[in-house]
């Protein structure tokens, strides 16, 4: 439902007044509670689904049981058994992920009386709200308009009384800091509340039925007017996290709300505040009236008693019981792996629901159950049934065929050289880009064009995580593995300096290594192998040299086989999310010669066919860059897959061998060492 800012204005004044309920779903008045009655109520949540319904990846066509909202089915059912008083909640990036969210999208998009296959599931369990993270806004505001039955009123899109009333989910989606330019209204309703009737027990311990009032409002990162500038630019304002909250928390309290519940799609960032922060829910504790925060985006998971990052170990945070400045918190992983509950203690206090903070306990419930067995909850048939005929749908279209490739492009070692899954994708863009350049950019048909891509799957899901493209047939489900996000082509134009500012920021990936330490240094640092860029052309090459801080670890930059010129002109292929919001990469909107509509992989799709076959010598061996060589004086490690020493050795990487090909995670994963000296 859109607002507009008299009809928002007004229902706020009433609200404030004690009359009507602007964003509840109920004007009823609220009936007398009994003093010292008491209630349990339990918030659950899921978030970062990413269109993972069933247990099943698309890219390998085979079951994967770590992941599946059909296995956080049972989890919510088994939760709901427990906690009789309870709300479903969903905290967004929710309808982007896989094959079968991008078939829906771009391939076969839904009709408007179609719902979604991802609302389809939720919908056959029942959520009582939801709200929406970066992701939501990837296909488009006219896309996410119809399938969550919005009608938004936005520049670009027909008048509000022209849109087609849509299928959408049964539960309310909310979302307090993304607007409309047009008329400056909220996109979405900030808020909802919900007159959820629980069983209670009176002062005499007497059973009765009766009402909690709570509140349930969604916020979403700032950033996404950079991530997704193409849709968004000049069509919607974001607001800060803790303005937004600031702004409507007042209002849902004025309108009676007993509990307030943020379903912030983000992580926490204890550094410095301001309203552009991407994971701002450390400082959205702060914010008076708040009684829990619903996290996601960081694909991790909270409380957590043994995470060692400065974030966790922040003065305010406590990682254990799941508070962030005694306010509960909770992120319960990603791709339906877990779901957070907030188990609240409720007593009525001077005719008031009121929360008993030190009876409030937080947790994560997992689909896994036994890591060493690798055992994991059942699916709930239920979910399966309801997608069947998308799901169908969607393997159907990743099996068709693209081409042939003599080697196994794969990114289990993209970390430490290995090309395999990365050349292919920049050959793509560097054709595609040189080829728009010749026809439509003559001013630039003189300057080089290189290509830069990363390791997308780089384990962060655990050992199964990683682009893994066997020798022989390609299908489209192969190009998606290689390509995983449906980001589109942009070109940008650097100088020498410009590339190497680049290199530097991308080879942040990599901790500094002591090389007198005795002791294993891990390789990899907390920086996301997404953003670890390379180049794999011929013309140019540089070292890493891991012993430098950060900022000064690029040596040796030549292009052409001599030094880099700081002044030379480039242009570089690229995505739209680093074109657009490369800040730290040194890229401006200024760097930006075009803006392709054309999505990456289909980019990709479309080289494969012409290339037809796809050989190691011409796709999947050209390195631009290598390690410094030098001797440390005790292991530098890092963690790949497991029992996957001979995919490195194909590489050509000799200076790789195994620490133990289970690093006791029980995520698939072993660990290995690297001979920085080779």
């Given at each position: 439902m859109l607002?507009?800012?008299?009809?928002?204005?007004?229902?706020?004044?009433?609200?404030?007044?004690?009359?009507?309920?602007?964003?509840?779903?109920?004007?009823?008045?609220?009936?007398?509670?009994?003093?010292?009655?008491?209630?349990?109520?339990?918030?659950?949540?899921?978030?970062?689904?990413?269109?993972?319904?069933?247990?099943?990846?698309?890219?390998r066509l085979a079951e994967d049981k770590s992941i599946g909202f059909e296995r956080t089915a049972t989890l919510i059912k088994q939760a709901r058994a427990d906690f009789p008083n309870n709300l479903l909640i969903d905290n967004g990036d929710t309808i982007q992920g896989t094959a079968l969210a991008d078939y829906q999208a771009l391939v076969k998009p839904v009709s408007c009386s179609q719902k979604l296959a991802t609302y389809k599931a939720m919908d056959a369990i029942g959520f009582?709200?939801?709200?929406?993270?970066?992701?939501?806004?990837?296909?488009?505001?006219?896309?996410?308009?119809?399938?969550?039955?919005?009608?938004?009123?936005?520049?670009?899109?027909?008048?509000?009384?022209?849109?087609?009333?849509?299928?959408?989910?049964?539960?309310?989606?909310?979302?307090?800091?993304?607007?409309?330019?047009?008329?400056?209204?909220?996109?979405y309703k900030p808020y909802t509340l919900i007159n959820k009737k629980v069983s209670a027990k009176d002062k005499d311990g007497k059973t009765i039925e009766t009402t909690v009032k709570v509140a349930v409002i969604g916020f979403t990162p700032p950033a996404i007017l950079q991530w997704d500038k193409r849709w968004l630019e000049g069509k919607v304002d974001v607001q800060g996290v803790v303005e937004a909250a600031t702004k409507y928390v007042p209002m849902a309290r004025a309108e009676g709300a007993d509990i307030v519940i943020a379903a912030s799609h983000g992580g926490w960032d204890t550094g410095a505040y301001s309203p552009s922060m991407e994971n701002a829910n450390y400082y959205l504790a702060k914010v008076p009236g708040i009684d829990g925060i619903l996290m996601g985006h960081s694909h991790s998971e909270f409380p957590n008693a043994v995470c060692?990052?400065?974030?966790?170990?922040a003065a305010g945070v406590d990682k254990v019981k799941g508070t962030f400045h005694g306010v509960p918190a909770v992120m319960p992983s990603f791709w339906g792996k877990a779901i957070g509950v907030i188990n609240y203690q409720l007593v009525v206090r001077n005719g008031k629901w009121t929360i008993d903070s030190g009876k409030t306990a937080v947790s994560l419930r997992k689909a896994l159950t036994d890591a060493t067995a690798k055992t994991y909850v059942p699916v709930d048939p239920a979910i399966a049934a309801v997608v069947k005929t998308e799901h169908e749908a969607a393997i159907d279209y990743v099996k068709t065929p693209i081409g042939q490739s003599d080697f196994a492009l794969s990114s289990y070692f993209a970390d430490v050289g290995d090309v395999t899954a990365i050349q292919v994708?920049?050959?793509?863009?560097?054709?595609?880009?040189?080829?728009?350049?010749?026809?439509?950019?003559?001013?630039?048909?003189?300057?080089?064009?290189?290509?830069?891509?990363?390791?997308?799957?780089?384990?962060?899901?655990?050992?199964?995580?990683?682009?893994?493209?066997?020798?022989?047939?390609?299908?489209?489900?192969?190009?998606?593995?290689?390509?995983?996000?449906?980001?589109?082509?942009?070109?940008?134009?650097?100088?020498?300096?410009?590339?190497?500012?680049?290199?530097?920021?991308?080879?942040?990936?990599?901790?500094?290594?002591?090389?007198s330490l005795t002791t294993a240094q891990p390789l990899i640092s907390t920086f996301p192998g997404y953003n670890f860029d390379m180049f794999t052309s011929a013309d140019l090459s540089y070292e890493i040299d891991v012993t430098q801080a950060k900022g000064s670890r690029i040596k040796k930059l030549t292009y052409k086989g001599a030094p880099i010129n700081a002044s030379a002109e480039f242009i570089i292929a690229t995505n739209n999310y680093r074109a657009t919001s490369g800040t730290q990469f040194g890229l401006t909107a200024d760097n930006i010669i075009h803006a392709s509509p054309d999505a990456n992989r289909d980019v990709l799709i479309d080289y494969i066919k012409a290339r037809k076959n796809l050989t190691l010598a011409a796709d999947g061996s050209t390195r631009s860059w290598r390690f410094t060589k030098v001797a440390t004086a005790g292991p530098v490690t890092f963690v790949s897959g497991s029992n996957k020493l001979s995919v490195a050795q194909t590489a050509g990487l000799g200076n790789i061998s195994v620490v133990s090909n289970d690093d006791g995670s029980g995520k698939g994963q072993g660990v290995y060492a690297i001979d920085l000296s080779r």
């Amino acid at each position: 439902m859109l607002f507009s800012r008299p009809a928002l204005t007004a229902a706020i004044a009433a609200a404030l007044a004690g009359g009507l309920t602007a964003c509840g779903d109920s004007d009823q008045p609220a009936a007398v509670l009994p003093e010292s009655a008491t209630a349990e109520l339990a918030i659950l949540e899921t978030s970062d689904l990413h269109a993972n319904l069933l247990s099943y990846d698309y890219f390998r066509l085979a079951e994967d049981k770590s992941i599946g909202f059909e296995r956080t089915a049972t989890l919510i059912k088994q939760a709901r058994a427990d906690f009789p008083n309870n709300l479903l909640i969903d905290n967004g990036d929710t309808i982007q992920g896989t094959a079968l969210a991008d078939y829906q999208a771009l391939v076969k998009p839904v009709s408007c009386s179609q719902k979604l296959a991802t609302y389809k599931a939720m919908d056959a369990i029942g959520f009582d709200a939801g709200t929406l993270g970066n992701h939501e806004f990837n296909y488009g505001l006219p896309y996410l308009a119809q399938v969550t039955g919005t009608k938004f009123n936005v520049d670009g899109m027909p008048a509000v009384a022209s849109q087609p009333s849509c299928a959408g989910p049964a539960f309310p989606l909310v979302l307090a800091n993304v607007s409309s330019k047009k008329d400056g209204a909220p996109l979405y309703k900030p808020y909802t509340l919900i007159n959820k009737k629980v069983s209670a027990k009176d002062k005499d311990g007497k059973t009765i039925e009766t009402t909690v009032k709570v509140a349930v409002i969604g916020f979403t990162p700032p950033a996404i007017l950079q991530w997704d500038k193409r849709w968004l630019e000049g069509k919607v304002d974001v607001q800060g996290v803790v303005e937004a909250a600031t702004k409507y928390v007042p209002m849902a309290r004025a309108e009676g709300a007993d509990i307030v519940i943020a379903a912030s799609h983000g992580g926490w960032d204890t550094g410095a505040y301001s309203p552009s922060m991407e994971n701002a829910n450390y400082y959205l504790a702060k914010v008076p009236g708040i009684d829990g925060i619903l996290m996601g985006h960081s694909h991790s998971e909270f409380p957590n008693a043994v995470c060692s990052t400065a974030a966790c170990n922040a003065a305010g945070v406590d990682k254990v019981k799941g508070t962030f400045h005694g306010v509960p918190a909770v992120m319960p992983s990603f791709w339906g792996k877990a779901i957070g509950v907030i188990n609240y203690q409720l007593v009525v206090r001077n005719g008031k629901w009121t929360i008993d903070s030190g009876k409030t306990a937080v947790s994560l419930r997992k689909a896994l159950t036994d890591a060493t067995a690798k055992t994991y909850v059942p699916v709930d048939p239920a979910i399966a049934a309801v997608v069947k005929t998308e799901h169908e749908a969607a393997i159907d279209y990743v099996k068709t065929p693209i081409g042939q490739s003599d080697f196994a492009l794969s990114s289990y070692f993209a970390d430490v050289g290995d090309v395999t899954a990365i050349q292919v994708v920049n050959a793509a863009q560097a054709d595609y880009v040189a080829k728009y350049v010749a026809a439509n950019l003559p001013q630039y048909k003189d300057l080089p064009v290189l290509s830069v891509s990363a390791p997308f799957k780089s384990g962060f899901g655990g050992g199964t995580d990683f682009t893994d493209v066997k020798q022989g047939p390609i299908a489209i489900n192969n190009a998606a593995d290689l390509y995983l996000y449906p980001n589109t082509v942009y070109a940008v134009k650097v100088t020498g300096a410009g590339i190497k500012t680049w290199l530097e920021k991308a080879a942040e990936r990599f901790n500094q290594i002591d090389p007198s330490l005795t002791t294993a240094q891990p390789l990899i640092s907390t920086f996301p192998g997404y953003n670890f860029d390379m180049f794999t052309s011929a013309d140019l090459s540089y070292e890493i040299d891991v012993t430098q801080a950060k900022g000064s670890r690029i040596k040796k930059l030549t292009y052409k086989g001599a030094p880099i010129n700081a002044s030379a002109e480039f242009i570089i292929a690229t995505n739209n999310y680093r074109a657009t919001s490369g800040t730290q990469f040194g890229l401006t909107a200024d760097n930006i010669i075009h803006a392709s509509p054309d999505a990456n992989r289909d980019v990709l799709i479309d080289y494969i066919k012409a290339r037809k076959n796809l050989t190691l010598a011409a796709d999947g061996s050209t390195r631009s860059w290598r390690f410094t060589k030098v001797a440390t004086a005790g292991p530098v490690t890092f963690v790949s897959g497991s029992n996957k020493l001979s995919v490195a050795q194909t590489a050509g990487l000799g200076n790789i061998s195994v620490v133990s090909n289970d690093d006791g995670s029980g995520k698939g994963q072993g660990v290995y060492a690297i001979d920085l000296s080779r």
